[in-house]
Antibody, heavy 121, light 107 residues
Framework: EVQLVESGGGLVKPGGSLRLSCAAS????????MKWVRQAPGKGLEWVSS????????YYADSVKGRFTISRDNAKNSLYLQMNSLRVEDTAVYYC??????????????WGQGTLVTVSS | DIQMTQSPSSLSASVGDRVTITCRAS??????LNWYQQKPGKAPKLLIY???TLQSGVPPRFSGGGSGTHFTLTISSLQPEDFATYYC?????????FGQGTKVEIK
């Protein structure tokens, strides 16, 4: 059974840092591009970052570029999001998601349960 | 960046109704359009990818259509478990932006 489990969320002051982790199981992580998507309270979904299967291609939303860093360790079946210089507007539930690849129209077929990041003084 | 606009933002419908949600892209995305369902407090669930292909396990009352810039999600006969928020998303280029969502409520 495919599972994605996020961890690392919590309450942090503006300007602070957090590192989110996403533990993958039930599939071979190295075969898939992976994503981070966030959802502010009561708002819609926002794509945050993507990383290719071998980490050779990485992309960020303009809203987080220069502050967030996505990475992965295929040997540990894990995806990460290092978040620095956090702002109040980064408050959201952060989801990791699996990209189905070309055969699935590059859609996101499995999602974690999400981890809440709250940025507040 | 490609902008995705859904309409309506919300709708009220009854069990058994046929419901159609529209998604428009700010430029052509071919058929790189996906639909997700999200219930309160839960992660999104993939319903349809590549405009019209049903994800495994999704009931056939869900269908998708369109191409270019205009797309639709149709629920042929609304069921109690379908009351949720629906999002379109393009996967044509990065950033893979989402629509703002359509909340389907019980009439």
């Amino acid at each position: 059974e495919v599972q994605l489990v996020e961890s690392g969320g919590g309450l942090v002051k503006p300007g602070g840092s957090l590192r989110l982790s996403c533990a993958a199981s039930g599939f071979t992580l190295s075969n898939h591009n992976m994503k981070w998507v966030r959802q502010a309270p009561g708002k819609g979904l926002e794509w945050v970052s993507s990383i290719s299967s071998s980490s050779s291609s990485i992309y960020y939303a303009d809203s987080v570029k220069g502050r967030f860093t996505i990475s992965r360790d295929n040997a540990k079946n894990s995806l990460y999001l290092q978040m620095n210089s956090l702002r109040v507007e980064d408050t959201a539930v952060y989801y990791c998601a699996r990209d189905q690849g070309a055969g699935g129209g590059y859609s996101f077929d499995y999602w974690g349960q999400g981890t809440l990041v709250t940025v507040s003084s | 960046d490609i902008q995705m606009t859904q309409s309506p933002s919300s709708l009220s419908a009854s069990v058994g109704d046929r419901v159609t949600i529209t998604c428009r892209a700010s430029q052509s995305i071919s058929t790189f359009l996906n639909w997700y369902q999200q219930k309160p407090g839960k992660a999104p669930k993939l319903l349809i990818y590549a405009t019209s292909t049903l994800q495994s396990g999704v009931p056939p009352r869900f269908s998708g259509g369109g191409s270019g810039t205009h797309f639709t999600l149709t629920i042929s006969s609304l069921q109690p478990e379908d009351f949720a928020t629906y999002y379109c998303q393009h996967s044509h280029t990065t950033p893979q932006t989402f629509g703002q969502g359509t909340k389907v409520e019980i009439k």
